[in-house]
């Protein structure tokens, strides 16, 4: 006789998934099961604010004492406003203001070091407004402003993350020749 699966909703994207097999996460005595990394780091980050950092990015766990400041962008009192929220590969990307940056792409892999600006496409504290944020397999599609053309389609490589295998199919090994990442940039037409 076999043991019988138990089956509980992923938080993220409402999936069955297997308690047995699933990515999980424990906080306050609460586990909590994601069908794949993504949806995982999704719930993982929030905008939040206080009184003393703003509106910031935070991690939680849906509860208040399981929420907790990830990066101050926007340092003090002030609010990096994060938003547009997209998860692709192993991060999830959203727009953020700084006061050196304006609003510009960042992404977090959900660690403090690993949260960063992705490219300041306007120069400087001009904001590049960046919108519709797309995730693919291999990239990020947006659109933004660089201060100089106006608002046009972008492209972001993602960083080479080998596929989940699906429905019995194998995966591919990443590219020897390099992380499959690179520099953002307008689409060319």
Do not use: N
């Not at 509106?55 to 101050?72: H, K, N, P, Q, R």
């Amino acid at each position: 006789m076999s043991e019988a699966k138990i089956f509980t909703k992923d938080p993220t994207c409402g999936m069955d998934v297997d308690e047995a097999t699933a990515l999980h996460e424990d906080r306050d005595g609460k586990t909590y099961y994601f069908c794949r990394e993504p949806c995982q780091k999704k719930f993982l980050a929030v905008s939040a604010g206080t009184a003393e950092t703003g509106t910031e990015l935070f991690v939680s766990d849906g509860t208040a004492i399981g929420t907790s400041l990830l990066a101050d962008i926007a340092p003090g009192a002030a609010s990096s406003t994060p938003h547009d929220f997209s998860v692709a590969r192993d991060r999830v990307f959203f727009v953020a203001y700084d006061p050196e940056h304006g609003e510009e792409l960042w992404s977090t892999d959900g660690t403090p070091s690993g949260t960063r600006l992705v490219q300041d496409i306007a120069p400087g504290a001009a904001s590049s407004l960046p919108q519709g944020l797309m995730a693919a397999p291999r990239f990020l599609f947006l659109t933004a402003d660089d201060g100089t053309i106006g608002r046009e389609p972008w492209i972001v490589p993602l960083p080479c993350v080998p596929p989940l295998p699906a429905f019995g199919t194998r995966s591919t090994p990443c590219p020897v020749s390099g992380d499959g990442g690179g520099i953002p940039g307008p689409i060319k037409r």
